[in-house]
């Protein structure tokens, strides 16, 4: 099993911990439903170190990354951030991430799934083979990273000194330092709202304590990964190996807003334009649950006029504390997306009502 850097931080505060990944992971301190809460009212601390963190650098390396990922980093200026996405030759879905332009030229910095970081280590390091002045170094073990996220991180950053913080907008970053260890923050999260990601350069434990110490007035609490995934749900963010892998492309998911064929050739396009032109065999939805109950992943979505029949598949599901409802992802045929189409969800045998609705569940103006 695996551990980041926190991991006495998890215990000493009393964490249940699981694997995730082949990491040992806090699920939760107090309760997933109050972390939860803590969030949405004042502010969560997230250990996210067990993500991967990649570092592509040289003067080849925006051209690589250009032909490596779906979107368009020429859009991306200094210290600025991009959802992408990388995916196999049949458009299929290797992994969904973050890329980060920083400062100095030539230099980037991916953030990928724990899951998916060796896959894609190996990935980029076997396309890089003969690239000019393009290499690629996974930085993992050298870097942490602590998500803070609600709306008391404003106040709480502006207790820290950090008024550099204040002025970034949505997925900008910028270099601090806290408790003398430095940090590359960025305006980015996984919750939908206001919140920064710091990426740590040694001595997380030191942040980490520093960032809940001063954020105790302002209501902040850790936070596990079970807060984490309600809370991405409720904005309708894919989890990779649940809503997205190799057998998905993002039009099929819904993130044809990722890829940008107009840039010029990269891996899966092919693929991905005639899909586009022929249209997918099936489509991402959002719904939730007409009755009392809670979906989960694996469960059949089924037509209201031939239930016997499943027409999709659950691929995250839970009870949204804020709806007081069910609410979940999946994939229909196409005849069965569009918005107001009534289905039902087979709940270990009992099919209930359910509604497709728009995404996200949970819309937040203070982010």
Request: aromatic share 8%; proline share 4%; net charge positive.
């Amino acid at each position: 099993m695996q551990h980041t850097p926190l991991i006495a931080q998890h215990r000493a505060a009393g964490a249940k911990l699981v694997d995730f990944a082949g990491w040992e992971m806090p699920i939760h301190y107090s309760g997933v439903v109050d972390e939860y809460h803590t969030v949405r009212s004042k502010a969560g601390l997230f250990d996210v170190s067990h993500m991967g963190r990649i570092a592509v650098t040289g003067s080849g390396a925006e051209s690589f990354l250009q032909r490596m990922t779906t979107n368009d980093l020429a859009a991306l200026r200094p210290m600025q951030a991009q959802y992408s996405m990388v995916c196999n030759e049949q458009g299929g879905i290797k992994d969904d991430i973050f890329v980060y332009r920083l400062a100095k030229a030539g230099e980037f910095l991916l953030c990928v799934n724990a899951s998916n970081r060796d896959k894609i280590v190996s990935w980029l390091t076997e396309h890089s083979r003969g690239v000019p002045a393009c290499q690629v170094s996974d930085r993992s073990a050298g870097i942490a990273q602590i998500a803070l996220q609600g709306s008391a991180a404003r106040a709480i950053v502006a207790s820290l000194g950090l008024s550099q913080l204040e002025q970034l907008k949505l997925r900008e970053s910028t270099t601090v330092r806290v408790a003398d260890v430095e940090c590359l923050v960025a305006r980015t999260g996984y919750t939908g709202e206001f919140g920064y990601e710091f990426y740590v350069h040694g001595q997380a434990d030191s942040v980490w304590d520093k960032l809940l110490s001063t954020g105790k007035s302002f209501g902040l609490k850790p936070a596990g990964l079970g807060a984490r995934d309600l809370l991405r749900l409720e904005m309708g963010y894919l989890l990779y190996g649940n809503d997205i892998d190799e057998r998905t492309t993002p039009i099929e998911a819904g993130a044809e807003w990722a890829v940008r064929f107009e840039k010029g050739e990269f891996v899966g396009k092919p693929a991905l334009s005639m899909q586009k032109q022929a249209g997918p065999s099936r489509r991402f939805v959002g719904f939730e649950l007409l009755e009392k109950g809670v979906p989960r992943h694996g469960f059949k979505i089924l037509s209201v006029s031939s239930p016997q029949s499943p027409i999709g598949e659950v691929t995250s599901g839970n009870l949204s504390p804020l709806l007081q409802k069910g609410i979940g992802l999946g994939y229909v045929s196409p005849e069965y997306a569009e918005l107001g189409t009534d289905l039902f969800i087979d709940i270990r045998g009992k099919a209930i009502p359910a509604k497709v609705v728009k995404r996200p569940f949970y819309k937040n103006s203070r982010t």
